[in-house]
T-cell receptor
Framework: GQQLNQSPQSMFIQEGEDVSMNCTSS?????WLWYKQDPGEGPVLLIA?????ELTSNGRLTAQFGITRKDSFLNISASIPSDVGIYFC?????????????FGKGITLSVRP | KAGVTQTPRYLIKTRGQQVTLSCSPI?????VSWYQQTPGQGLQFLFE???????NKGNFPGRFSGRQFSNSRSEMNVSTLELGDSALYLC?????????????FGPGTRLTVL
């Protein structure tokens, strides 16, 4: 099935550094979501974006909905050890009647103390 | 408000058996979606239920089925298990009341097929 493009597969950063992750698609989405998953748990919603061009923050996290509606990025500032995990982007064509989420394969983030 | 709950959390089955997984959505949420997560394929959409009706379906064989009850709780069933069905099965719920609904995931059921 269709998937969103997330790369690289893994990222290694030093504690205190900022990190940016990008997610691209060949299709348009009306909602972009960013999730974080810890081992053995389900994804936890970090940020939801509903409008092209929208920039939204959640603490040290900032995400933007690309104006073409085919991409999104997530920025984590001043990383800390608990930021370690897998970060997924997800796109949703339309909530409700077509609520299927299409996911990227995720980026595994490691933070060196 | 309690989150999405899934039972059991871990399950071991053998090839050819069948399995039923359960999901209780967040109170007030009317829609439930199921996803399969494997290292190779990532997160793949299985199906979505709303008001006891399957509203959307992914590209999985007919061995995968589900249902939703009047209290919005959902079950998914996999018959004739294969080794490749080993995965984390995730359930997500959302209100389906506004255009800004987003899906919230449960912790998943880890299925191992031997």
């Amino acid at each position: 099935g269709q998937q969103l493009n997330q790369s690289p597969q893994s990222m290694f950063i030093q504690e205190g550094e900022d990190v940016s992750m990008n997610c691209t698609s060949s299709s348009i989405f009306n909602t972009w979501l960013w999730y974080k998953q810890d081992p053995g748990e389900g994804p936890v919603l970090l940020i939801a974006l509903y409008k092209a061009g929208e920039l939204t923050s959640n603490g040290r996290l900032t995400a933007q909905f690309g104006i073409t509606r085919k991409d999104s990025f997530l920025n984590i500032s001043a990383s800390i050890p608990s930021d370690v995990g897998i970060y997924f982007c997800a796109g949703q064509s339309l909530p409700g009647a077509n609520s299927k989420l299409t996911f990227g394969k995720g980026i595994t983030l490691s933070v060196r103390p | 408000k309690a989150g999405v709950t899934q039972t059991p959390r871990y399950l071991i089955k053998t090839r050819g058996q069948q399995v039923t997984l359960s999901c209780s959505p967040i109170s007030g949420h009317r829609s439930v979606s199921w996803y399969q997560q494997t290292p190779g394929q990532g997160l793949q959409f299985l199906f979505e239920y709303f008001s006891e009706t399957q509203r959307n379906k992914g590209n999985f064989p007919g061995r995968f089925s589900g249902r939703q009850f009047s209290n919005s709780r959902s079950e998914m069933n996999v018959s004739t298990l294969e080794l490749g069905d080993s995965a984390l099965y995730l359930c997500a719920s959302f209100p389906d009341g506004t255009l800004r609904d987003t899906q919230y995931f449960g912790p998943g059921t880890r299925l191992t097929v031997l």
